[in-house]
């Protein structure tokens, strides 16, 4: 399973990037990957007009997104628009950060779950 990830590097710098999480044979209910820590869940509705210039990540977390579309720029001027059904990594908790912005007039429904300080996933290699 594969899933995008916003990073930073070492000058601050925020970037896309891809992490596969690994999932196995889990019987009869399907593929599933190990168990990873979890701090918070938490719910947010972003309005319609939303448009958050550069920021970081306030946590290493992953990004639900359930309904409505968002557009995320990285430094260097890269896009993507994510939308229902689409799952990011936000990993630059330092440095310039990312900026996002609401698309099509839409409110967006997510949810972000931080992650425990053990779990690790390996980047994909470009």
Request: proline share 6%; charged share 25%.
């Amino acid at each position: 399973m594969k899933i995008t990830r916003i990073y930073n590097d070492e000058h601050g710098k925020s970037h896309f990037g891809e992490v596969t999480i690994p999932v196995s044979d889990g019987g009869p209910i399907g593929m599933l990957s190990e168990r990873y820590s979890a701090g918070n869940i938490i719910f947010r509705q972003t309005p319609a007009d939303y448009d958050f210039k550069w920021h970081p990540a306030p946590a290493r977390q992953l990004l639900f997104i359930l309904k409505g579309r968002a557009e995320f720029t990285v430094s260097g001027g890269a896009r993507k628009v994510f939308g229902a059904g689409d799952v990011v990594l936000l990993e630059d908790t330092e440095g310039e950060g990312h900026c996002s912005r609401a698309l099509y007039n839409e409110v967006r429904d997510s949810i972000f779950v931080t992650l425990g300080d053990d779990v690790v996933f390996e980047p994909d290699l470009p």
